[in-house]
């Protein structure tokens, strides 16, 4: 069977990452990187190829992502599994026995940073790296070089100027060729540029701030600034550190978990370098909980098999018997291995990396086609239907405490989701908390709507609630004259665990029951629960609309001692604007939670 590209994309995340194309034997084609993966993949099925994409594309049997937060982590993550997979399909170097390194040489009085390949560091300087590519290389070069202006010229050129050249003019080197700049100071340079490499940024940004308040203090303000956007600058420069870091060897494993399937996702670091994340689909036949089910897993991944087992091993959940399997792997690899859920800093961003993975990949498989085809026929089999349904559509309410109260409509076709077509209604002049007055409204809306224009109606309306909420909707479908829908109301079970809902088809009399492994069940959990993702993300984006202006002073808990602090740490706010969560979560005083909130004030 041919690739369903088409029906591939609909799931495919905009985030940064990196694909590999497969062929019919699993058997790795192509690695590539893109900065949104969903546009670039797309580039591959539309608009005109040469013929060596055309017979690569033809070859596709299936492509498997991998996100990364930033295009920089992929564009390492990509070289990695280019020189481990050596693809066909890819550009390989003839020459893989030697290296790309930054060079400082210290027999210069006012040393570049350059550009080597070479097989081992010799005795005649500094040598960072190696590095995963050139590319990798070049870009922390031209980045290093702008942040400190550090010289790029040639020994003999830098001998023989008598003025600064163009570099200096546009502040890309402090013209130490001319005297412009004294060793000690560009050796204090040389130096923060080599920490930072590194992956030493936060020592150097601790040092440039207290240099930027100095400054400051002394009304140097020109100085202040240039200090301040070196701060800035600085961030960037700490992309690389979560996909190679020089340390570290783990096994991350994160879970995901939905109606109908379960993904377990393996990240790999070896040496500080992710090698690449490997997917898992395990059958739950016995209905562990998500910890017992990933306590299995590692068991089985490690002790059912001959596997190099690192020194560490993270998981995203709290495994049941940790202690036991901790002493177990540790025997087994014949030295102490670190079994941990709790973790900080690049393994935390590892670890949530995993988790974004396995989310990811549960979403791709879920929306198979066949998979799809399979859950639509057991809900005509549930709901006794002559025909399999072609449309779903499922309304859920979502407020806080009565206030920015939303409703949302969701559809799925024999495809999926259909998105193009949901709605959200922002719901007025009902009474605070009054579920049963918002549903109304906004099935009224929605369907007087349909009906006025002759639209499509759904084959099955699903409402997320109980008895109440039924009878309602049913009142509804008949003020507006639709006949031929068939109703079914979703009510959480006693436990609200996923499996045990009570389901109410068509009136209040009409209890269905459905197997926790049904199919057919498994569809009404999804679309029930993407009813309700996307009712709570209408909700928010109405509640904290005021706040996307927001400045630090309006953000509940953030008082003049932790805005000094963030100021400081980034250099102004421009720089706390555009930080990450985990870089806000870097600032003393600043929690994790803290950071989130602060994000969400700043940008909603």
Known sequence: MSFDAKHFLKTVSESPGVYRMLDTDGEILYVGKAKRLKARLASYFRGALNTKTQALVGRIADIQVTITRTETEALLLEQTLIKEQRPPYNILLRDDKSYPFIFVSDRHPYPALEFKRARGKRGDGRYLGPFPSTTAVRESLALVQKIFRIRNCEDSVFAHRTRPCLQYQIQRCSAPCVDYIGREEYQRDIDHAIMALDGRSEQVTAQLTQDMEAASQALDFEEAGRLRDQIQQLRRLQERQIVDTGDGDADIFALAERPGGVCISTLSVRGGRMLGARHHMPQNGLDLTAEELLGAFISHYYLGHDRDIPSEVITALPLVDADVIQSALSERAGKRIRVAHQVRGHRAQWLRLASTNAEQHLTSQLANRSQLAKRF???????????????????????????????????FDQDGPVKSDYRRFNIEGVAAGDDYAAMRQALTRRYKRLVQDESKLPDVLIVDGGKGQLNMAREVLEDVGIMNTHLLGVAKGTTRKPGLETLFLET?????????????????????????????????????????????QDIPGIGPKRRRELLRFFGGLQGVRQASRDE???????????????????HG
Do not use: W, Y
């Open 377 to 411: 026929d057991a809900l005509r089999e549930a709901l006794d239907m002559q025909e399999t349904p072609t449309r779903l559509e499922c309304f859920d309410i979502s407020h806080s405490h009565g206030e920015a109260t939303v409703a949302s409509c969701v559809v």
């Open 508 to 552: 209040v009399d009409n209890a269905l029951s459905l197997d926790s492994a049904s199919p057919g069940l498994h569809l009404i959990q999804h679309i029930r629960d993407e009813a309700h993702r996307f009712a709570i993300t209408g909700h928010r984006q109405q509640r904290d609309k005021q706040r996307r202006t927001s400045t630090l």
């Open 584 to 602: 806000l979560a870097r600032v003393p005083g600043i929690s994790a939670q803290m950071a989130t909130t602060i994000h969400q004030a700043l």
